[in-house]
Every structure is written in structure tokens, then in C-alpha cells.
């Protein structure tokens, strides 16, 4: 099962406390107590695992290590030992205590979300010419501590949407090395699915229905993943009552949800056309056509129609490539 939103929390350090200290040493008395050490902070960092949230599920409150206390000799209390979480980019760190956002978007991305706290001093920086025996101390400084929710936003390339039993997950399958569970019955996919196609992240969104911006089936779960997807492979099934009914029934989720997800390149297809005779087939298609006369029948069955995506997917992947090289 893919952790997506999970909420912990994260404790920095404690600074060390300062020493108090002599040296006992006749001919050379004077303080000599050091200072504590630094307490450890919290980072996150960007992972391509999927699963990193995982870690999350049971274990709730993390926290990085104290920093030592002083020592005597002048020498200083080690710092705390760094806490250092992965979890996968696409991740918003959302600061439940302090009301801020914070979003990790590449690979290896390293952000500090909770610093340790200061180390106390030690006598031996209170000494003067007028106190040449300080017996006072400072005590570490706590370090921040933060009530978080991780919230997965996939970032993918191009996003497979549509209704529950479009075909998406075969269609995944096919194209790619996933290897997703498909069935003939609805919500046969329960989390995002992700396939690399050459250069490009493909993710199989699971199947909408009217209602999912207000909650209704898998609700609202699984629309944020489809924000950060580029381009939308939007599939209708050819064994569908009204393919352009349809269409209209996704769309408006995604508008509900958030109208900018419009604006998204789309491309169009009537998926299942192995299921239907060639008439119903292209009596749908000419639908879909209306919405859109680039609209195409595939099937995961016709290894022409398939030619067909790979065609699309594999100029997308040049743009993508001269854009990278520009």
C-alpha cells in the first residue's frame, strides 16, 4: 500500500550543557570547563523510492540526537548526531506549527526542517579579571520541534486518467516494465502506479468518478497527483454507454478540483476497441472526435494502435529533450 499523507513529529536536539571546571594544577588554576555541544538537526531529503513514506506509518515522533555536555580541559561536548529522512521527491513538508509549506522536487534535494539547538557555554568563557573563578554555566538551547504532514504529489511526465476500468493499468503494462494488477471490474487500481517509457515517468492515476472532488469513491486521495503530471493521457472505454458523457464527467472532477488541471496538455483515446464491434467503435470515436479530432482507438491487443501511443510518447520525448538542451 502507498503511504502518501502521513503526519509526524520531528524533535531537533538539545544543545549540551556547559561544564563547570577547575584546573587543578598548581600554577595554572583558572576554569576550564567547555562548552556543550551543538544538539543535532532534522533534514529531509529527496528520494526516488516511492515507498519512503512508509517509514512513517508506525513511527511517529523522530527525533535527532542531544548535544553532549562540556568537558573539563577546555574541550567541548560533541555535537549531536544529525537526523537525516528520505522521502520521495514530490514530497510538500507541510509545517503544521508554524503554518509554512516546504516542497522537495529534485532528486537528492537536501532541506532543513528542524535545527538543533545551541550549546551551553562552559565557566571557562565567563572568566575576567574580575571573576577569576565563574561558577556559572549556561544550559543548552532545546532545538525546534514541529508538528509535520508529508503529503505525496507525484511528479510525472504524463498522467493516465479516466474512469474506474478504462484500460489504464494494462496500457501501463504494455508500455512500460510495470506490472500492476488489471481485472475486469472497477478499482481494480487502489494507488498510483508508476512506468518508465525511455526518457519519461508515466503514472496510472486511479479511476475517477463523478463526486471524487467532494470525496465520493477514492475522493480527492488520489486527484493531487495528477497537479504535478505535465501531460494527460486521458482513456475512455470503448465499452462505455457515452463516451462523451464520460469525457464531460472527468473533466469537471478535475475543474471541481482544481481548473488550472484544464490547462494540462491532453491527448484522447478510446480505449477497449478489442471489446467492441467496428461499428459501435467507430461510433464512439466519432464522438471523442468532436471533443477532440486528434482523438485515436487503441487497444492493448493492436499492436498497430499501440505503434500509434509510441509515436506520441516517443515526440514527447524529443520536446522533452530539446527543452533540456536549450
Known sequence: MLIDDVTIKVKAGHGGKGMVTFNKNP???????????RGGSVFFIGVSNLDALKQFRFKKILEAEDGEMGKNQHK???????????VPVGTVIHNLTTKEDIEILKLNER??????????????????????????????????????????????????IGLPNAGKSS????????????????????????GIYFDLILADIPGLIQGASSGKGLGIKFLRHIERTK????????????????????????????PALLEKPEYLFLSKSDEVGEKEKEKKLKQLKKINENAIAISVY?????????????????????????
Do not use: W
Open 27 to 37: 600554577g595554572a588554576l583558572g576554569p576550564t570547563g567547555g562548552n556543550g555541544g
Open 76 to 86: 567541548d561536548g560533541a555535537n549531536g548526531k544529525d537526523l537525516v529522512l528520505e
Open 111 to 160: 532541506v532543513l526542517i528542524a535545527a538543533g539547538g545551541k550549546g551551553g557555554k562552559g565557566n571557562y568563557e565567563f572568566r575576567s579579571s574580575t571573576n577569576t573563578t565563574p561558577m556559572q554555566s549556561q544550559p543548552g538551547l532545546p532545538g525546534d520541534e514541529f508538528d509535520l504532514r508529508l503529503e505525496l504529489k507525484l511528479i510525472a511526465d504524463i498522467g493516465f
Open 171 to 194: 496500457l501501463l503494462n504494455e508500455l512500460t516494465n510495470a506490472s500492476v494488477k488489471v481485472a475486469n471490474y472497477p478499482f481494480t487500481t487502489l494507488e498510483p502506479n508508476l
Open 231 to 258: 501531460i494527460l493521457f486521458h482513456l475512455i472505454s470503448a465499452e462505455s454507454e457515452s463516451a462523451s458523457k464520460d469525457y464531460k464527467t472527468i473533466r469537471g472532477e478535475l475543474k471541481k478540483y482544481n
Open 302 to 326: 493492436d499492436d498497430e494502435s499501440l505503434e500509434q501511443v509510441k509515436k506520441i510518447l516517443n515526440k514527447i520525448i524529443s520536446k522533452k529533450l530539446n527543452i533540456a538542451c536549450e
